[in-house]
């Protein structure tokens, strides 16, 4: 009873309230009655909202770290005084991007900006120039690397390491047409074997495993074992 | 009617009250899990129970033993998930642990995040790591530093952050997607020890072949209950053995019934009823 | 490299420690070669693939397919998958509705995507697709970004499709003013159980979990495919033998199997040049696995001499 | 072509070369596209959001009264920002609790339900038609029963535990082989797209351009002639000072 007396916002609400909305979170997806799924779906709803609202986090975070460091002209605060000049930039012309830009070409590229200042051209430039090449190269890089990482790691050192390259290789080799052109088409149905019975296995094994360390996991967070999360245990 | 007439908003498709038909199954496998984990977490107060080494999480301290040779940061990655993953809890949770040990040793720690709301919460919790080994000075806006919410945008401030400060250790723990493998790949080219853990199925291999050490799946909730050395905690991983042994003993059982009867499904439906 | 000082170093050992770059640059030329001078070798056609084309040609005419859009501007792997199964779905006489639970896949890639295709059947003369593209909102509606994944997905299943998720499409026409219906039931009676068939053209999360959870486990709706990217297609074989979903289209290859299922060459918009450039760096990759294994073998050689 | 496509087609290319640069060193070239690819993410993605969560708010605008509790979800949204005030900086666990307990919550059925017993009943196989799903059918139910051992924490792993968790081992690394071996052609993929849109029309001159602009800032930084010039290029270009040599 001392513990409840001595409850105060900093740690016992948060745990308490966690272990409310998941209580209420369970019962109402197991135990049906028409008032706790509306609340349920209404809950939901309400997450989103509130959830939404910390949109703004990313702006006031990254105008500090970056904001300190041109402030005091640590190393690189060139590319810094750069990084805030374009966000606030493409903050205020995202803004007024309201119509879509092309009409004429028909592929209405559709822009949703909040007001109408007619900045819907700039915002094209800035989607098409800068942020969808450089989020697609980024994520190109990948080919390479996996390259570098397939020649680094796939060496034989045991029977671990050589049914990782085997299974690879001839999954990686019934995968692309040259494999059939050199092998003859039984890699392709070697390969849809691999992929639908020991790969399948293994992986079926891993997820029965990965639901019962979330269920674990769920139950440790919401009876307050493991307070990280909710910061509730915290100072 | 009733409370969402008051409540008012979304209105859900009318059903008949009581126990929602098909999922009585899983609310007993759901209570029985759970159960599982419950006792344990009771029981390990009073009985020390065996649990087996996690050699990633040995590794840990071994790799921030080396930054702190090399006077070379840690630099660690919760993950890429929401505040609500459970991954991220993980993450989170082990992040705990590794702040703490790194101001007990005064290596310098950068932790890189990508979602709005972990932000807040991983910085509180260095924060409170710090404040606790009484170096609550050394917690600056650099530690944990919050890079982009576009996957592809905290990618690229990721890697040049490595490339650019060179961590001696490495820590991806989290829920990744398509760049958990540029993450690992760059950690290795600038040299660092790299752990990782994920139960994101479809970047295990990667993580595998490009770290040192990984936690696979279910080990990632493990480690998050045994890091912290809490008797109690630790206790609770053997509740997850149990839950693996009804599941066996349900394998079992199944693939006998489908061989003796091979049309009868009567386990399956029972456990979609 | 690493260099041992006092013994000189073979050639077999350098095998082991090729440096990145030197991967990266031959990475590039493999893959830029077969793009300018291409040599079109032939694709054979995975079961998967073909469960998800027999299953639409089965559904009798009219039906509805819904194609979920949930990618973002990377349009390597689920784009071309995307369009060839809008144009075979068209051409099938299924009505097809588009939306997604990523708002660039939803709203910006579906509206070049119907444009794309619009072209495409023109060019190569298909008059099913044509006549069943002429008035929108006829055959095929574009109803855009679900707002809230989860909440969303589950409230297609629990409420409807009108008014409260989809009061517009995706141009902003309200529902009720378009002809789009199944057998006479208009779209703004629709709940995700009038649907015949959803494809999932998941590049990552929300994704398939997404309509697994709230309409096959629940019963709502249970005719359920995906268009995979490469990295999650050997995940989702489990899916497919729990009877989660009917199909899986594997990455850019699946989409020009596809193709050739339909008869529809380039439907994808892929060309077999790049299967090449693909045939390329996997081989290239397989060199590199035993270049790699060589050098690592000859270097256990040389410590055990020494 | 309008100016305004020309100039992103110019623009598209100059990113793709400097991201790819990257890929030979970290170079003042690749923090130009990542400024400009964080900023203008972040800024351009925040706008965007701020539209979506106009969208979100359509429905309460309608009709307040009964979606009343929008203002206090707006209400403790706000608290999230509380994070940097030192004496309220507790009061962001609220939304943060309310979040992460709905989420577990709603997540247990999941977790129980569409994976749990739908992969445990999918090993309920017995004789297949044809021998060779017989076959199948026993080394999936093999595989997936020690793939499960393999992850048994409470015993060590040596006697019977111990060969059903390798033979269970076996199968998982099957799974990571042949997941990496399906993910090369995806990757590969993108470059494919990324180098085919590369090799159009305005974009190809800007190729010759980046690589002579790169040997010539290199061969600067050999001559050293780049630290007279001018010092915040140099140091922007991380040329070492006069004594010092970099490694």
Redesign the interface.
């Known amino acids: 009873m001392a513990k409840l007396i001595a409850m105060d916002?900093?740690k016992t609400?948060?745990?308490t309230?966690?272990?409310?909305?998941?209580?209420?979170?369970?019962?109402?997806?197991?135990?049906?009655?028409?008032?706790t799924?509306?609340?349920?779906?209404?809950?939901?709803?309400?997450?989103?909202?509130?959830?939404?609202?910390?949109?703004?986090?990313?702006?006031?975070?990254?105008s500090?770290?970056h904001g300190?460091n041109v402030q005091r002209k640590r190393?690189?605060w060139?590319?810094?005084l750069?990084?805030?000049?374009?966000?606030?930039?493409?903050?205020?012309?995202?803004?007024g991007?309201m119509k879509p830009f092309i009409e004429e070409t028909?592929?209405?590229?559709?822009y949703?900006?909040?007001f109408d200042w007619g900045t819907e051209?700039i915002?094209?430039?800035?989607?098409?120039?800068?942020?969808?090449?450089?989020?697609?190269?980024?994520?190109?890089?990948?080919?390479?690397?996996?390259?570098?990482?397939?020649?680094?790691?796939?060496?034989?050192?045991g029977?671990?390491s050589a049914?990782?390259?085997?299974?690879?290789?001839?999954?990686?080799?019934g995968?692309?047409?040259?494999?059939?052109?050199i092998f003859g088409?039984g890699i392709?149905t070697l390969r849809?074997?691999?992929?639908?019975?020991?790969?399948?296995?293994?992986?079926?094994?891993?997820?029965?495993?990965?639901?019962?360390?979330?269920?674990?996991?769920?139950?440790?967070?919401?009876?307050g074992?493991?307070r990280?999360?909710?910061?509730?245990g915290?100072? | 009617?009733?409370?969402?007439s008051i409540?008012g908003?979304?209105?859900?498709a009318?059903?008949?009250?009581?126990?929602?038909k098909g999922?009585?199954g899983?609310?007993v496998i759901?209570l029985i899990?759970?159960s599982f984990?419950?006792i344990y977490?009771r029981l390990a107060k009073t009985r020390t129970l065996f649990i087996r080494k996690l050699p990633a999480l040995d590794a840990v301290d071994e790799a921030i033993g080396r930054a702190t040779e090399m006077g070379r940061p840690v630099s660690y990655v919760p993950g890429l998930g929401g505040i609500d993953a459970?991954e991220?809890?993980?993450g989170?949770?082990i992040l705990?642990e590794v702040a703490t040990r790194c101001a007990n040793l005064d290596t310098k720690l950068i932790v890189l995040n990508r979602n709005?709301?972990v932000?807040?919460?991983t910085a509180?919790?260095v924060r409170?790591a710090y404040?606790?080994a009484g170096k609550a000075e050394k917690f600056t806006?650099?530690t944990v530093?919050?890079i982009?919410?576009?996957?592809?945008?905290f990618?690229?401030g990721a890697?040049g952050i490595f490339k650019?400060e060179k961590p001696a250790a490495n820590m991806l723990i989290g829920r990744f997607w398509?760049?958990s493998?540029?993450l690992?790949?760059?950690g290795?080219e600038v040299g660092a020890i790299q752990i990782a853990g994920s139960?994101s199925?479809a970047q295990?291999p990667?993580l595998v072949?490009?770290t040192d050490y990984c936690l696979?799946?279910?080990e990632?909730?493990?480690a998050?209950?045994y890091i912290g050395h809490d008797p109690?905690?630790t206790g609770?991983?053997a509740?997850?053995d149990w839950?693996?042994v009804l599941?066996l003993i349900l394998m079992v059982v199944g693939v006998i019934s489908a061989w003796v009867a091979a049309g009868d499904m009567w386990l399956k439906n029972l456990l979609y009823i | 490299m690493a260099v041992v000082e006092e013994k000189k170093v073979g050639t077999w050992e350098k095998l082991?420690s090729?440096d990145?770059r030197w991967?990266?640059l031959v990475?590039?030329i493999m893959?830029v070669t077969p793009l300018i001078y291409p040599v079109k070798?032939?694709?054979?056609i995975?079961?998967?693939t073909a469960a998800v084309y027999n299953y639409i040609e089965n559904l009798p005419k009219g039906s509805v397919v819904a194609l979920s859009m949930d990618f973002?501007?990377?349009l390597s792997e689920n784009y071309p998958q995307a369009r060839t199964v809008f144009a075979h779905a068209l051409k099938a006489g299924m009505k097809v509705i588009l939306m997604g639970m990523w708002s660039y896949g939803a709203?910006?890639t579906s509206?070049?995507m119907i444009?794309e295709i619009r072209d495409y059947a023109e060019r190569t003369g298909i008059t099913q697709i044509t006549s069943a593209m002429a008035t929108y909102g006829e055959n095929y509606v574009n109803l855009g970004y679900i707002?809230?994944a989860?909440?969303g997905v589950?409230?297609l299943a629990?409420?409807g499709f009108y008014p409260l998720l989809f009061p517009k499409d995706?141009?902003g026409n309200l529902l009720e003013t378009l002809p789009f219906n199944k057998f006479g039931k208009h779209i703004t009676e629709f709940m995700a159980a009038d649907l015949d068939l959803l494809i999932c053209f998941a590049a990552g999360t929300p994704g398939i979990e997404v309509y697994r959870n709230y309409w096959w486990a629940t019963g709502r709706m249970t005719h359920l495919a995906i268009g995979a990217v490469g990295v999650s297609?050997?995940?989702y074989?489990?899916l497919?033998?729990a009877g989660i979903i009917i199909g899986i289209i594997?990455?850019t290859?699946g989409a020009l199997e596809y193709d050739q299922l339909a008869g529809m060459i380039g439907a994808s918009g892929q060309s077999l040049g790049a299967?090449?450039a693909?045939?390329?760096?996997?081989?290239?990759?397989?060199v590199?696995?035993i270049?790699?294994?060589v050098g690592?073998?000859a270097m256990s050689r040389r410590r055990r001499e020494a | 072509m309008g100016f305004?496509?020309y100039?992103?087609?110019?623009?598209?290319a100059l990113?793709?070369l400097c991201?790819?640069s990257?890929?030979y060193k970290e170079n003042?070239f690749y923090?130009?596209?990542?400024?400009?690819?964080?900023?203008?993410?972040?800024?351009?993605?925040?706008?965007?959001?701020?539209?979506?969560?106009?969208q979100?708010?359509v429905p309460f605008f309608k009709d307040p009264s009964s979606l009343w509790?929008?203002t206090?979800?707006?209400f403790?949204?706000?608290f999230?920002?509380t994070?940097?005030s030192k004496k309220y900086y507790?009061?962001y666990?609220?939304?943060?609790?309310?979040?992460?307990?709905?989420?577990?919550?709603?997540?247990?059925?999941g977790?129980?339900y569409s994976?749990?017993i739908a992969?445990?009943t999918?090993?309920f196989k017995g004789a297949g038609a044809t021998p060779l799903e017989t076959f199948?059918n026993i080394?999936?139910?093999?595989?997936?029963?020690?793939?499960?051992l393999?992850?048994y924490f409470s015993k060590e792993h040596k006697g019977a535990l111990g060969f059903a968790s390798r033979i269970?081992?076996?199968?998982?690394?099957?799974?990571?082989?042949?997941?990496?071996?399906?993910?090369?052609?995806g990757?590969?993929g993108?470059?494919i797209?990324?180098v085919s849109?590369l090799l159009k029309d305005p974009q190809w001159m800007m190729i010759p351009l980046v690589i002579a602009i790169f040997m010539v800032v290199e061969l600067l930084k050999r001559i050293g002639y780049l630290r007279e010039f001018s010092p915040?290029i140099a140091?922007?270009f991380e040329v070492p000072a006069k004594g010092e040599t970099k490694g």
Not at chain 1, 141 to 152: D, G
């Open positions: 916002l900093k609400v948060p745990v309230l966690a272990f409310i909305m998941g209580i209420f979170g369970a019962f109402a997806y197991f135990y049906y009655t028409k008032p799924a509306d609340v349920l779906a209404n809950a939901i709803v309400f997450d989103g909202v509130m959830g939404s609202m910390a949109m703004g986090i990313s702006l006031i975070n990254i500090l770290i300190r190393k690189g060139f590319f810094s750069l990084l805030l000049a374009v966000m606030y930039f493409g903050l205020i012309i995202g803004l991007a028909g592929t209405k590229v559709q949703y900006g909040l051209s915002g094209y430039f800035l989607v098409n120039a800068i942020t969808n090449p450089a989020s697609t190269t980024v994520f190109s890089l990948l080919a390479f690397y996996i390259a570098s990482a397939a020649y680094r790691s796939f060496r034989v050192r029977i671990d049914i990782l390259l085997i299974s690879g290789s001839l999954v990686l080799l995968q692309a047409p040259i494999g059939s052109v088409p392709g849809t074997w691999i992929l639908s019975v020991p790969n399948m296995a293994g992986s079926r094994g891993c997820q029965i495993g990965i639901a019962i360390g979330a269920i674990a996991m769920s139950i440790r967070v919401l009876f074992y493991e990280k999360p909710t910061l509730g915290m100072g | 009617m009733g409370i969402t409540l908003g979304l209105v859900s009318e059903q008949e009250w009581g126990l929602w999922r009585i899983s609310l759901l899990l759970a984990v419950i977490l459970l991220t809890m993980c989170m949770v705990g709005v709301l932000q807040p919460a509180g919790i409170d404040k606790a806006e650099e530093r919050y982009a919410p576009d996957q592809f945008a990618a690229a890697l650019r398509a760049e493998l540029e690992a790949e760059v290795n139960s199925m295990v990667f072949a490009a696979i799946g279910e990632l909730y493990a998050a209950a109690v905690l609770s991983i509740g997850q839950g693996k599941a | 082991a090729i990145r991967i990266f990475s590039f893959i070798l032939p694709i054979g995975s079961p998967e973002g501007s990377y709203t910006i509206s070049f444009d707002l809230q989860g909440t589950m409230q629990e409420v995706n141009y297609v050997a995940g074989y489990p497919m033998d594997p990455s290859r299967m090449d693909q045939s390329l760096q996997h081989l290239f990759i397989v590199l696995l270049i790699g294994n690592t073998i | 305004v496509e100039a992103s087609d110019i623009g598209m990113i793709i991201a790819y990257f890929l003042p923090r130009i596209m990542e400024s400009l690819y964080v900023g203008g993410g972040v800024g351009w993605g925040l706008a965007y959001s701020l539209f979506r969560f106009n979100t708010l509790w929008y206090i979800a707006i403790l949204g706000f999230w920002y994070y940097w507790f009061l666990r609220i939304p943060l609790s309310y979040g992460i307990g709905l989420s577990i919550g709603t997540g247990l059925y977790s129980v994976t749990f992969q445990v999918a090993t199948n080394l999936i139910t093999i595989g997936a029963i020690t793939a499960v393999f992850f269970g081992r076996y199968f998982i690394l099957i799974f990571l082989g042949s997941a990496f071996g399906n993910t090369i052609m990757r590969t993108l470059v797209s990324i849109e915040t140091q922007a």
